[in-house]
T-cell receptor
């Protein structure tokens, strides 16, 4: 079974600063995928970034990068140059081998202040 | 805009009633997933369909059922509704039934059972 742990219920950051949202995972699968989603107050789930377990490079998408440390089973999301519009809930999720369902963490609420 | 559509956006109904939630996947995507987001359970996988066939089942109650039609749209039927069924129901889609595919989420249907 897969498990995702997000230990930061809330994070605060000032505009233009970088912030790291923590995510650790547990799985016995050799092949798996890790995802980050953003959920603004409007409710939709917005896909941000994906990292495969066999990818050697850390994934990056614009201001988002995923700091993947396989041995430590961590997949932290780094947002560079935070913007006010980044204020939202952020969910880490994973998918195991042969299973397409996503298992989600409990989320981290990020608040970006001016 | 993820390309996944869900209707209705909001639904208010009474206990004991039955409702149908509808989802149209992104063009070309064959897999549809249903998730439930509630305050006490977080984001939970309910069920997956791939090209019209049920592929995986999660924590879906017996009172709930789903299907995927030949045009690939999907419906989630919730019956004998209880107060605890109040939640945000998401549909997501991906191109395949397996493999390293991202899942793109629809805007969700917010169900309130009174």
């Amino acid at each position: 079974a897969q498990k995702i742990t997000q230990t930061q219920p809330g994070m605060f950051v000032q505009e233009k600063e970088a912030v790291t949202l923590d995510c650790t995972y547990d799985t016995s699968d050799q092949s798996y995928g890790l995802f980050w989603y953003k959920q603004p107050s409007s409710g939709e789930m917005i896909f941000l970034i994906y990292q495969g377990s066999y990818d050697e490079q850390n994934a990056t998408e614009g201001r988002y990068s995923l700091n993947f440390q396989k041995a430590r089973k961590s997949a932290n999301l780094v947002i560079s140059a935070s913007q006010l519009g980044d204020s939202a809930m952020y969910f880490c999720a994973m998918r195991g081998t042969g299973f397409q369902k996503l298992v989600f963490g409990t989320g981290t609420r990020l608040l970006v202040s001016p | 805009d993820s390309g996944v559509t869900q209707t209705p956006k909001h639904l208010i109904t009474a206990t004991g009633q039955r409702v149908t939630l509808r989802c149209s996947p992104r063009s070309g995507d064959l897999s549809v997933y249903w998730y439930q987001q509630s305050l006490d359970q977080g984001l939970q996988f309910l069920i997956q369909y791939y090209n019209g066939e049920e592929r995986a089942k999660g924590n879906i109650l017996e009172r709930f059922s789903a299907q995927q039609f030949p045009d690939l749209h999907s419906e989630l039927n919730l019956s004998s509704l209880e107060l605890g069924d109040s939640a945000l129901y998401f549909c997501a889609s991906s191109p395949g039934g397996g493999g390293p595919y991202e899942q793109y989420f629809g805007p969700g249907t917010r169900l309130t059972v009174t």
